[in-house]
């Protein structure tokens, strides 16, 4: 290992050390049920809403509806390709005002229609930032149990992180606490009698 590296590792050792996770947070395992007592915990947030129920549920559901708006694009496009092609071959037979005024509503028309279906897809992207946005809410009571038990002061996103050990990582288990509350749909389950 170069030199360099070695010293980043010495660096980032001595500075958990400093902070009271020292040895016994390397000998942790990463997928130990909340056993971390670290000051500093992370999170794959994407990982956690796309491996959620909820995330996975959401997903099927805006798959579902883009493959509907595409499969509407193809056929509103398919009409129009063809009454394009029907007033090309009407053109020579038509006085040019009749036709201008023809192919200005032709015109007219696709650019309508396209600006339909742009406003269908923001519509559909929106759709997919509101259900996160619902996730993230609910989940936040979860993540903050998680915080209070392993003694956490804060909750990093992984990817922002130069280097950590995996045991400081409750993805997983943030995982499966939020699916046994949320259920795929992001509503608290009733009380069990």
């Given at each position: 290992m170069p030199s360099r590296a070695m010293a980043t590792?010495?660096?980032?050792?001595?500075?958990?050390?400093?902070?009271?996770?020292?040895?016994?947070?390397?000998?942790?395992?990463?997928?130990?049920?909340?056993?971390?007592q670290s000051p500093i915990l992370t999170i794959d947030s994407d990982r956690l809403y796309l491996e959620s129920a909820f995330g996975r549920r959401t997903a099927r559901?805006?798959?579902?509806?883009?493959?509907?708006?595409?499969?509407?694009?193809?056929?509103?496009e398919a009409a129009l390709t063809a009454e394009e092609k029907d007033l090309t071959e009407r053109r020579p037979t038509m006085e040019p005002t009749a036709f201008r005024a023809l192919a200005d509503a032709f015109d007219e028309k696709v650019q309508t229609t396209r600006r339909e279906q742009d406003a269908k897809t923001r519509a559909l992207n929106q759709q997919l930032e509101e259900r996160r946005s619902v996730f993230l809410t609910a989940a936040a009571p979860v993540l903050e149990t998680l915080m209070r038990e392993a003694?956490?002061?804060?909750?990093?996103?992984?990817?922002?992180?130069?280097?950590s050990a995996n045991a400081i990582d409750i993805t997983s288990d943030a995982l499966a606490r939020i699916d046994a509350v949320l259920g795929d749909d992001g509503k608290r389950p009733a009380p069990q009698d």
């Amino acid at each position: 290992m170069p030199s360099r590296a070695m010293a980043t590792l010495r660096s980032v050792f001595l500075a958990l050390s400093l902070i009271g996770a020292g040895p016994a947070l390397f000998a942790q395992t990463a997928g130990a049920p909340l056993t971390i007592q670290s000051p500093i915990l992370t999170i794959d947030s994407d990982r956690l809403y796309l491996e959620s129920a909820f995330g996975r549920r959401t997903a099927r559901e805006i798959e579902a509806q883009g493959a509907e708006l595409a499969a509407e694009n193809r056929r509103i496009e398919a009409a129009l390709t063809a009454e394009e092609k029907d007033l090309t071959e009407r053109r020579p037979t038509m006085e040019p005002t009749a036709f201008r005024a023809l192919a200005d509503a032709f015109d007219e028309k696709v650019q309508t229609t396209r600006r339909e279906q742009d406003a269908k897809t923001r519509a559909l992207n929106q759709q997919l930032e509101e259900r996160r946005s619902v996730f993230l809410t609910a989940a936040a009571p979860v993540l903050e149990t998680l915080m209070r038990e392993a003694g956490a002061a804060v909750i990093l996103e992984k990817r922002s992180v130069f280097l950590s050990a995996n045991a400081i990582d409750i993805t997983s288990d943030a995982l499966a606490r939020i699916d046994a509350v949320l259920g795929d749909d992001g509503k608290r389950p009733a009380p069990q009698d």
